[in-house]
């Protein structure tokens, strides 16, 4: 089933016009959710991160909005009738239709669609960088638009390359994140990521890890610029987002990782995970 502005509809029965926004212009953002058991986590994360993607590309936000509308519009659009416990779940807004580059309207539309999803953390998992297009620094890269050429195009790159993911750069050639995931480094006691002016999405698992990690003695966060060369000589890489949540890294090129901390991570986020659906 789809949610469309509010009505269940089948797959089948959706209707784009020619004149849709998000088709002709990118003139859309959308959050990737993860609900489980019921539940959608880390959802005022997502709600808030949404609420200013909105506020930024100027769109009117209707009133109804509220953080409970939105949820319970996201879990009506699910069928929990089976014994599925997980399933990801795409929340899309895009501008009414209508207008060239100026657009007639910054009233919305939305579109809610779910699947059942079912993810396990690879023990063997290979990357290398994407150096064909950059992935500009600046502060649209940080917003989830639905213009995700640079990562359709790294996604490919990666296919055709038997990895399993791979690196984008910017224009600085920093590091800025993996294909479909924020990404971080460890380096003895300090963990490094890339920062937001790097061009990075605002991850909300990235959000929750740097939490977490704020409140670890053991470990120093950095929010900071990072090289492919200081990419290779980390102890640890693991990759982060809502569906996977902590993927540990196991080779670059030639490198082989550890994934001691990536993993005891992954254990603590289990717990964030299960206060956050309380």
Request: glycine share 6%.
């Amino acid at each position: 089933m789809l949610n469309s502005n509010g009505q269940l509809i089948n797959s089948d029965e959706l209707q784009i016009s020619s004149q849709n926004r998000g088709f002709k212009y990118g003139d859309a953002i959308f959050e990737t959710l993860n609900v489980q058991n019921g539940k959608v986590v880390f959802w005022e994360d997502h709600y808030f991160r949404l609420m200013a993607s909105m506020r930024m590309l100027r769109m009117e936000i209707p009133m109804e909005f509220t953080l409970e509308f939105l949820e319970k519009e996201i879990l009506k659009t699910i069928d929990f009738g089976g014994n599925q416990q997980q399933y990801r779940a795409r929340l899309s807004v895009f501008r009414k239709d209508g207008g060239l580059y100026t657009p007639k309207t910054n009233e919305i539309d939305y579109l809610i669609e779910a699947s059942e999803c079912s993810y396990s953390v690879k023990s063997s998992y290979r990357i290398d960088l994407f150096k064909d297009f950059y992935n500009y620094s600046g502060l649209l890269s940080t917003v989830k638009t639905t213009n995700r050429m640079v990562n359709t195009l790294a996604s490919i790159f990666m296919d055709e390359n038997e990895l399993d993911n791979c690196i984008l750069l910017n224009e600085k050639k920093g590091v800025v994140e993996a294909a479909n995931a924020n990404i971080f480094i460890v380096k003895g006691s300090v963990i490094k990521t890339p920062a937001i002016t790097e061009g990075c999405i605002k991850g909300v698992m990235r959000k929750n890890i740097i939490e977490i990690l704020e409140k670890n003695p053991d470990f120093t966060i950095e929010e900071t610029s990072i090289s492919p060369f200081e990419m290779q000589k980390a102890d640890e890489v693991f990759l982060t987002n809502s569906i996977i949540g902590i993927q540990p890294v196991t080779n670059y090129r030639k490198r082989e990782f550890k994934t001691e901390v990536g993993n005891k991570l992954a254990a603590n986020l289990k717990i964030a995970k299960l206060l956050a659906k309380v």
